[in-house]
C-alpha cells in the first residue's frame, strides 16, 4: 500500500545545532504534506505544512522543503533548544486512504544544553 | 483544549473483553479519523468516517468497527481484545473531507493485561 518512510528514527543535537529530517512518500497523487510535533505524552501537533504547488516554506526557525519529483520533503529546525525536543512526524494524503493522512513512523529529537 | 474530546483518557481490561472509545470532533468538523499508535508502528491509520459514513479504512482489524452518530461523534469499538491492542488511540477530526486542519484529540491508553 501507500506509505511514508522517515529518516533518521533518531536524533541528537546540541543546542543551536540544526536538525534535518527527511521523508519520502510513495503516491504521486499526494499533495500535502504536514509536519507533528508529539512531546511525550501528549497528542501530535501540526507544526508546519506544505502543498505541492509550493517548494518551500518557513516559519520562524522552522522551514519545510518539497521535491515533488523525487518524492521527497524535509523538515529542517534552526537553533534548536531543549524545549524542541519530541517526536516528530511526517505526513501525506493518499488516495487510497481516501483524505485520511498517512504518517511516517517519527523521528525522536533530543537537543541536549 | 484542541477541541477534540475523547474518553476516557485511560482504559484497563482483561483479554477477550470489549471496550468503546468515543471521540467528540471539533465544532463544525465533519470527519472524524481513528489512529492506532503504538511505541514502534507510530500513527497507524484506521478508518474515516464523514457526516455519518465511512469514508476511508486504513489497516483497521475485522476485530475493530467504528460508527459516527448523528451529531457527530464517533465510537472506536475492540473486541476480542488481544496483549498486542494495548496503543494509545487517537481520533482527529477536519472540517470537510480534505485533511486541512486536522486537529487531533488527547487521546485514549489502552492497556489490556
Known amino acids: 500500500g501507500e506509505n511514508v518512510e522517515q529518516h533518521p528514527s533518531t536524533l541528537s543535537v546540541q543546542e543551536g545545532d540544526s536538525a534535518v529530517i527527511k521523508c519520502t512518500y510513495s503516491d504521486s497523487a499526494s499533495n500535502y504534506f504536514p509536519w507533528y510535533k508529539q512531546e511525550l505524552g501528549k497528542r501530535p501537533q501540526l507544526i508546519i505544512d506544505i502543498r505541492s504547488n509550493v517548494g518551500e516554506k518557513k516559519d520562524q526557525r522552522i522551514a519545510v522543503t518539497l521535491n515533488k519529483t523525487a518524492k521527497h520533503f524535509s523538515l529542517h529546525i534552526t537553533e534548536t533548544q531543549p524545549e524542541d525536543s519530541a517526536v516528530y512526524f511526517c505526513?501525506?494524503?493518499?488516495?487510497?486512504?481516501?483524505?485520511?493522512?498517512?504518517f511516517g513512523k517519527g523521528t525522536t529529537l533530543s537537543v541536549s544544553s | 483544549d484542541s477541541g477534540v474530546t475523547q474518553t476516557p483518557k485511560h482504559l484497563i481490561t482483561a483479554t477477550g473483553q470489549r471496550v468503546t472509545l468515543r471521540c467528540s470532533p471539533r465544532s463544525g468538523d465533519l470527519s472524524v479519523y481513528w489512529y492506532q499508535q503504538s511505541l514502534d508502528q507510530g500513527l497507524q491509520f484506521l478508518i474515516q468516517y464523514y457526516n455519518g459514513e465511512e469514508r476511508a479504512k486504513g489497516n483497521i482489524l475485522e476485530r475493530f468497527s467504528a460508527q459516527q452518530f448523528p451529531d457527530l461523534h464517533s465510537e472506536l469499538n475492540l473486541s476480542s481484545l488481544e496483549l498486542g491492542d494495548s496503543a494509545l488511540y487517537f481520533c482527529?477530526?477536519?472540517?470537510?473531507?480534505?485533511?486541512?486542519?486536522?486537529?487531533f484529540g488527547s487521546g485514549t491508553r489502552l492497556t489490556v493485561v
Open positions: 482527529a477530526s477536519s472540517v470537510g473531507t480534505g485533511v486541512y486542519g486536522y486537529t
Open positions: 505526513a501525506a494524503n493518499t488516495n487510497q486512504a481516501g483524505t485520511a493522512l498517512i
